[in-house]
């Protein structure tokens, strides 16, 4: 037997092993099985090491070096015993994806000797062959080499014969080259403002954790149709094809029940998902036809991120195995819904408590109107650059695409509590509050029901949604890394909280009373933020006016939505928090700015590449059909009879020759506008360029080369229709 099929069998009794495992043993069984958790650290650690490593993850302390090798130690022999040879630091380079370079335990120690070896200083740090990873020419500016840092709040886990560790990749010179790092900074103040914030209501609140909950969009397409689309291969879209007749007007697939191929695919990354302790609960079809998504249960932020990346790449693992291929574009065909990360946010307390969850008592309510407030103050402030953080040639397919969240950054909270804050606003008055409108306000303040029913009018169509108990930014790309819209809204939550703190800190010491000066602040941010909130259709073209109207920003595209993060007040944000200096700013601009390029990039020259190599010489292909057919009527029936015989044949020559010469003539443009684009040398300017005058002319050629494709036999056609993409089951 060859050994490649001695694999594949012993990968297919290996899963056949699986599935009976997964038969007989409940998730609660297995669960997190290839983490190396706290509750694994306490069985194989001494009782010291184990303290130094949950302090460590706990409150973020440093780990010795004795220390560090210990828990190595423990690592590597929990993870040899499930089947590891290799170890790896996985990181999250700036690329979008996730990075990891092997390294064997094994060490040769003589002649025909080896021992397995993993030491503290290898679990703590190491020097990845970094120089091909993107830095924004912060290491050139620098000079520095960047290394990979462990980071003990996220389990590491094996994966295959691997164990992989989570870690921030930073230069030498302290700038952080992933997304990681600046993320752990965020949530690191805004738990501390908003733990600051929580002893106007509990001094018991000595800890509290952002939450993330989010909801990964996916499409589903057969392998071998996939490979037979080299615009899915390379671009992870479709950049040609004609609408099929059957969309998703029916809505059928929503919901539907979930095709048997697709059911073992899901209960195969499901499993593996658990294995890595990934809480995925939920899974279902989308609106478009072969489109699902899964949600996990809420975790901590970062955990929860690293679980995010994880499970795409575990999906794709897994897919394969399933002959599926996963699209994660956020808009892979052009008619049907695209696809989005919601990133559902909260932040709760060591006490228990979901601060954006109305409570039981007017207290609570207050604690929850000052969380609610605040963070709606926040994205009123900085929307902008809440905006800035989902730009990517991806998203701007999908962003303000009509059946998605449009590009204007706008916050929905639902009627009942649009009543409230309009009552609030009006009941509060500037000067010393009397007790009987003291009173008035508490009640009104209580009646906020623990749970809030009215979701039943639910906004579909806002990019940033109060859901009952938390908020869900809707914009983000499906493959975006959720780190970066997370490190934006922490940071900008935090700044708000403690601009709030200081506020109601000396409303106190002017003398008015901890509750009336809360009030009182509450009621100016209710006021200053009144034009971010929008309860209306975001779809609409009204709202596109109204925002105008209203001041509200409309960045269309990346290039422009990333200019944000030049501006001075946004520099000085990130600055001010230490989340990222000024210089790790500008890489970041220009890192994005270059990704965006080679993303369009590559688009174009699929384009150019399909339309010259495989659209039109199927066109005319079939157009030299139809003029043999056309000629052989002429010869045999005569110059005028054989004309009229073939007339549609003729018509469709002429049509087809119109077409081809146009999709000839717009790709051409195309080219030279991608030869000018490519002349420019500053990043920023490119991009633009690459966004106005190469991408802005996808359309018309898409145009061109969409109607030959319901010109031409449908024998002749190259590429896999869309209707063959979507609806193969
Ligand atoms: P749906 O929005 O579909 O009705 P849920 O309300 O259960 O479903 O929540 C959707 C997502 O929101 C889930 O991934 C869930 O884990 C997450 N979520 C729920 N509560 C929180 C929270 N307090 N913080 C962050 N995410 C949360
Ligand atoms: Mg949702």
Redesign the pocket.
């Known amino acids: 037997m060859s050994s490649s099929r001695k694999n594949a069998l012993d990968e297919v009794l290996h899963r056949e092993a699986n599935h009976i495992q997964t038969g007989e043993r409940r998730v609660s069984e297995y669960f997190g099985e290839n983490t190396f958790h706290l509750d694994k650290m306490r069985e194989c650690l001494t009782e010291e090491a184990y303290k130094v490593v949950k302090s460590a993850i706990e409150n973020g302390s440093h780990v010795d070096r004795v220390h560090a090798d210990q828990i190595a130690t423990a690592m590597k022999d929990w993870a040899i015993s499930k089947g590891a040879t290799h170890y790896t630091h996985w990181f999250q380079p700036l690329t979008g994806s996730t990075a990891e370079k092997h390294d064997g335990f094994f060490k040769p120690i003589g002649p025909g000797k080896a021992i397995e070896r993993f030491e503290g200083d290898l679990l703590v740090q190491q020097e990845p062959d970094a120089s091909s990873f993107p830095n924004g020419g912060i290491r050139n500016t620098f000079e520095a080499r960047g290394y990979t840092a462990w980071d003990p709040s996220s389990p590491a886990f094996v994966i295959g014969k691997t164990l992989c560790i989570p870690t921030v990749f930073i230069a030498y010179t302290g700038e952080a080259l992933d997304f990681k790092m600046p993320l752990i900074k965020a949530l690191t103040k805004v738990e501390t403002a908003a733990q600051e914030v929580c002893q106007y209501f509990d001094k018991n609140v000595t800890n509290v954790n952002a939450?993330?909950?989010?909801?990964q969009e996916y499409f589903l397409i057969d392998t071998a149709l996939y490979n037979s689309r080299p615009d899915l291969m390379m671009a992870g879209r479709a950049v040609f094809g004609h609408s099929p007749a059957k969309g998703q007007q029916l809505d059928d697939h929503y919901f539907g029940s979930i095709p048997e191929r697709v059911t073992a695919f899901m209960r195969d990354f499901e499993y593996e998902s658990h294995l890595l302790g990934i809480p995925v609960?939920?899974r279902h079809n989308e609106v478009a036809p072969n489109q699902f998504e899964c949600?996990?249960?809420?975790e901590e932020v970062n955990i929860a991120n690293d679980h995010n990346l994880l499970l795409m790449d575990v999906m794709e693992k897994t897919a394969s195995k399933h002959n599926f291929r996963v699209l994660l574009h956020e808009k892979p065909f052009a008619g049907i819904n695209g696809s989005g990360k919601?990133n559902?946010?909260?932040m709760?307390t060591n006490t228990g408590v979901?601060l954006?969850?109305p409570g039981k008592n007017p207290k609570s309510n207050l604690r929850f109107l000052t969380f609610f407030v605040n963070t709606i103050m926040a994205i009123h402030e900085n929307a902008d650059l809440l905006r800035a953080s989902i730009a990517s040639a991806g998203n701007d397919h999908r962003l303000g695409a009509n059946e998605a969240p449009p590009a204007i950054i706008s916050v929905f909270i639902g009627s009942q509590l649009t009543k409230m804050l309009d009552d609030l606003e009006k009941s509060i008055s500037a000067g010393k509050m009397t007790p009987e409108a003291k009173t008035e306000l508490k009640l009104s303040i209580g009646k906020i029901p623990q749970i809030l029913l009215d979701n039943t009018d639910r906004n579909r169509t806002s990019p940033f949604a109060f859901?009952?108990?938390?908020f869900?930014f809707r914009a983000v790309g499906s493959s975006a890394n959720c780190a970066q819209s997370m490190t934006v809204l922490n940071t900008i939550v935090a700044d708000q909280l403690e601009k709030f703190k200081i506020n109601v800190d000396k409303r106190i010491t002017d003398g008015d009373k901890k509750d009336e000066a809360i009030l009182k602040e509450l009621q100016k941010l209710i006021t200053s933020s009144k034009k971010i909130r929008f309860e209306g259709n975001g779809y609409g073209d009204e709202w596109v006016k109204e925002a105008e109207k209203r001041g509200l920003s409309n960045l269309k595209d990346s290039p422009r939505a990333l200019d944000v993060y030049l501006r001075k007040e946004v520099k000085d944000l990130f600055d001010r928090h230490g989340i990222l200096s000024p210089v790790e700013l500008e890489a970041r601009h220009e890192i994005e700015l270059e990704n965006y390029i080679l993303k369009i990039q590559i688009e174009a020259r699929i384009v150019g590449d399909l339309a010259k190599n495989h659209i039109m010489p199927a066109a005319i292909e079939y157009q030299n059909i139809l003029i043999a057919n056309a000629q052989g009527l002429i010869d045999v029936l005569g110059e005028k009879e054989g004309r009229e015989a073939a007339k549609t044949q003729i018509n469709f020559i002429k049509s087809i020759s119109k077409h081809v010469n146009s999709l000839n003539d717009k790709v051409n443009d195309m080219i030279a506008e991608r030869k000018k684009a490519n002349g420019i040398e500053d990043a920023r300017e490119k991009a633009y360029a690459y966004c106005d005058n190469v991408k802005g002319k996808f359309d018309e050629i898409r145009y061109h080369a969409d109607k030959l494709e319901i010109m031409v036999d449908d024998e002749l056609w190259p590429l896999p229709k869309l209707r063959e993409l979507l609806f193969t089951k």
């Not at 939450?211 to 909801?215: D, K, M, N, Y």
């Not at 859901?467 to 938390?470: A, D, I, L, S």
């Open positions: 939450t993330l909950g989010w909801e609960t939920t949600a996990p249960m809420f919601h559902n946010w909260s709760g979901n954006l969850q859901t009952g108990n938390k869900e």
